[in-house]
């Protein structure tokens, strides 16, 4: 019996993997639970979407994680992201991180508490299998680590899960570097990064008829606000989770996935 904390921690390492991913049986093929088990998982940005993909990859298997994240927790970051009121202050990706070895002690988990830069990129991306990329693109410095971030995974042809929550909407772009070596798809350039402003080059990823009306709105009333931050809900964020869950099943799996994925929550849920 694997009951009690004690029992549990008593297993060997592949017995208590076994036992943790024993409920995935006949959802997840076999061979991709070994390809979760022996994959190497960056999460870059360990925020609303990024920090929501930890907890579920680990529950499905993953136990091999790099997590990336400068940012520490505030006060508003608890109306959606996976923290509790003892985290503030402390370290996103150490948080994660300490999530990832409460679900499965024998993970391998490495934290970058600088966040995605130039000087660390590389190392960030050795030997990883797939990014989940929440890099945080409400600043100009996200765009910058966002782009470095994804030129050397396209360098090395490590595929990508990219997220973007707006409102009720979560918007999934998935690039796959195996085929195209082309960072962002050539949607936007280092020569962009630094001739456009913020909102501009979000638009050159998301298609614009996607953005929610509700959210332009509170764009426009308060973009003269340097104190600014853009609002973001709870389920939107964990949909990221959910959402890149699945596509790095998949992609480890080899199974086919949409380059491109858009769940509106609100419209799902509201009366036809």
Request: aromatic share 6%.
């Amino acid at each position: 019996m694997t009951d009690t904390p004690t029992s549990a921690e008593a297993l060997t390492a592949d017995d208590f993997y076994a036992e943790l991913t024993t409920r995935n049986r006949g959802l997840i093929p076999e061979s991709a639970q070994l390809a979760l088990g022996k994959a190497r998982v960056l999460v870059a940005g360990c925020g609303s979407t990024g920090g929501a993909a930890v907890e579920p990859l680990v529950r499905l298997g993953v136990r091999d994680f790099v997590l990336a994240e400068p940012g520490e927790y505030e006060l508003n970051n608890l109306n959606r992201q996976h923290a509790r009121l003892s985290d503030l202050g402390r370290n996103k990706a150490e948080v994660s991180a300490e999530l990832a070895r409460s679900v499965n002690p024998h993970a391998r988990v490495e934290v970058y508490t600088d966040g995605v830069q130039a000087e660390n990129v590389a190392a960030l991306l050795d030997g990883v299998d797939v990014v989940v990329d929440g890099v945080d693109v409400t600043t100009i410095g996200g765009w910058r680590a966002k782009f470095q971030l994804h030129a050397e995974a396209a360098r090395r042809a490590v595929p990508v899960v990219s997220g973007y929550d707006m409102s009720g909407t979560q918007f999934i772009r998935y690039y796959d570097y195996r085929q195209d070596p082309t960072p962002l798809a050539g949607r936007v350039t280092a020569e962009q990064l630094e001739a456009e402003e913020v909102w501009d080059l979000l638009l050159r990823i998301i298609p614009r008829e996607l953005v929610p009306l509700d959210l332009v709105e509170d764009i426009r009333a308060h973009r003269s606000d340097p104190d600014y931050s853009v609002p973001q809900l709870v389920y939107t964020s964990h949909l990221f989770g959910v959402l890149a869950a699945r596509y790095t099943v998949a992609v480890l799996a080899g199974v086919p996935v949409r380059a491109e994925l858009t769940v509106d929550v609100h419209a799902l849920v509201a009366a036809s």
